[in-house]
């Protein structure tokens, strides 16, 4: 029943900017939400995680003051803002909903998008 569907991805010069949108239905924005990545050959990576209010925010260690994660309840839209971009950032970037755990655990989360890629050249 649950449904996210991301968009917003592309190919963007190093220190560019894209914004992502992730919509969902089936109530899956009726808690926690979160945004991951995983680039070629890695594990797939914690990126940001929004609770239900949208007041307490989380990022991960390498897009901390670069990426900002908001969501807007009454569209069932989740964003992440993702401003000085860089190589390494590179990746299938993933929107998941339906926590049952600690956000930062990939298992914790129950429904997953199926994914947008950005890729930053150098």
């Known amino acids: 029943q649950a449904h996210l569907v991301e968009s917003g991805g592309g190919l963007v010069q190093a220190g560019g900017s894209l914004r992502l949108s992730c919509t969902g239905s089936?109530?899956?924005?009726?808690?926690?939400l979160s945004w991951w990545r995983q680039a070629q050959g890695k594990e797939r990576q914690f990126v940001a995680a929004?609770?239900?209010?949208?007041?307490?925010?989380y990022y991960g260690d390498s897009v901390k003051g670069r990426f900002t994660i908001s969501r807007d309840n009454a569209k069932n839209t989740m964003y992440l803002e993702m401003n000085t971009l860089k190589p390494e950032d590179t990746a299938v970037y993933y929107c998941?909903?339906?926590?049952?755990?600690?956000?930062?655990?990939?298992?914790?989360?129950?429904?997953w998008g199926q994914g947008t890629p950005v890729t930053v050249s150098s």
């Open positions: 998941a909903g339906n926590p049952g755990g600690n956000y930062y655990y990939t298992s914790s989360w129950e429904s």
């Open positions: 089936g109530g899956v924005f009726n808690s926690g």
């Open positions: 929004i609770s239900l209010s949208g007041g307490a925010t």
